[in-house]
């Protein structure tokens, strides 16, 4: 028999370790690949003829890389309990971000030479990451905390699209050096694809197996402690009348 206290300090330290893994590599991306936006250059290569176009990912980048690093901070259930106050402004310039970052994104995703593929990606990324801060908004102003938390865990799953992205375009042009036929944008493009897709199918799969399961665990919880107190009062009903009947 499994020991649950045996079994939740090692989904703890699973969580920690996860959650360290998705902070660093948030951060460091964050750090590495939006100053060179802003001051004037950029890892990619980019069309500066196109109108508007630099200038909507400069608009871009500071807001999305304040999101990927104040969101792993959004997740820790003790700075949420101990600091409320911090947890809800953090949360609206979080909220913020995201509409100011998609603004952008939809006209620099409008121009962009990179390939009708992934606008397609990009747009339904953008709309996605919209959609989901508006209902994490929608639900935590009904109090519905819950619901608030599953919402917010698609958003940022959207918003780490940046990391993946990346790190998929990497290993992309890596293999572009073997084999010569692949494309910048062949490798982009796919990269944008794999990192929208896959975390979405992340997200969904922490949500099922760590929200889901960890309320439908508690609620069992919850039941088999009403079950143990109803047999416990039977009894004790029971053998009280078992004793007045012996005194009569």
Do not use: C
């Not at 990619?44 to 508007?52: E, K, L, T």
């Not at 919402?151 to 799953?157: E, S, T, V």
Request: no cysteine.
């Amino acid at each position: 028999m499994v020991d649950p206290a045996a079994a939740r300090t090692v989904r703890r330290r699973w969580w920690w370790s996860l959650w360290g893994l998705m902070a660093v590599s948030a951060v460091g991306i964050a750090a590495v690949f939006v100053p060179p936006y802003l001051t004037g250059s950029s890892y990619a290569p980019i069309d500066r003829s196109i109108v508007g176009y630099y200038a909507s990912l400069v608009v871009h980048a500071g807001p999305a890389g304040l999101t990927l690093i104040i969101g792993p901070l959004q997740f820790v259930p003790r700075l949420r309990t101990r600091y409320p106050r911090l947890h809800r402004i953090a949360g609206r310039v979080y909220l913020v971000s995201v509409v100011a970052a998609s603004a952008a994104a939809l006209y620099a995703t409008t121009v962009s030479p990179s390939g009708f593929p992934l606008q397609v990606a990009f747009f339904l990324l953008t709309a996605a990451w919209l959609y989901t801060a508006a209902q994490a908004y929608r639900t935590i102003r009904r109090g519905e905390v819950q619901l608030h938390r599953i919402w917010m865990i698609r958003n940022y799953a959207l918003t780490f699209a940046a990391v993946t992205l990346r790190i998929y375009l990497l290993a992309g042009l890596a293999l572009a050096k073997v084999v010569p036929s692949l494309t910048f944008r062949d490798v982009y493009t796919t990269a944008g694809w794999a990192a929208v897709l896959g975390n979405v199918l992340v997200a969904e799969y922490v949500i099922v197996h760590r929200t889901l399961e960890r309320s439908t665990r508690r609620r069992r919880d919850a039941s088999a402690s009403v079950t143990v107190a109803g047999t416990a009062g039977t009894a004790g009903t029971a053998g009280t009348a078992a004793s007045t009947a012996q005194r009569a």
